[in-house]
């Protein structure tokens, strides 16, 4: 059911709710001018009944459009924190897109698109969406070099 239709329900009911009223009183009134008219009492009587009853259903509708309010409120707060997950994800995409990846000697390292001399860790990136930048651990004369990871201490052959 759609908010409007409960914010009608809601209206509806309240205004049967203040006929019912009107229409009790009118049988009060009516019933006090015709007290000796037995079959007029009985009418009075089975009509009474009616919006007895009528009270009762119109309790169950009011019962009803409170929950499906609830029910409307908490499905606002969901979508609510629904848009506020995919404009995480998409932010986090956006940011994303400012990397590749790129072979230095034998590793595939990530690199900033605006800065390509830093260098960060692939396995930061991948796994946990961070980005370490790698410390140049090469020994001065080695054949090979290598980068370090100080956050999840990985070393990358280079
Ligand atoms: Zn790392």
Redesign the pocket.
């Known amino acids: 059911m759609d908010p409007e239709s409960v914010t009608a329900l809601i209206q509806t009911t309240a205004g049967a709710a203040g006929a019912i009223k009107t229409v009790l009183g009118v049988i009060a009134a009516a019933r006090a001018q015709v007290k000796d008219n037995k079959e007029a009492d009985n009418k009075l009587s089975e009509a009474s009944e009616l919006v007895l009853e009528l009270r009762s259903r119109l309790f169950d509708l009011q019962e009803k459009a409170l929950h499906l309010q609830q029910e409307y409120a908490g499905l606002l707060r969901e979508n609510m924190e629904l848009r506020e997950d995919i404009r995480r994800e998409q932010a986090r995409t956006t940011e994303r897109q400012k990397y590749k990846r790129k072979q230095v000697g034998g590793s595939v390292l990530i690199m900033h698109n605006d800065d390509p001399s830093t260098l960060f ?4 990136f991948e796994t946990k969406d ?1 980005t ?1 930048p790698l410390q140049d651990h090469s020994r001065e004369g080695a054949i090979h070099g290598s980068y370090y ?1 100080p ?4 070393r990358y052959r280079i």
């Open positions: 860790c692939p396995a930061c961070r370490i990871c956050a999840c201490q990985e």
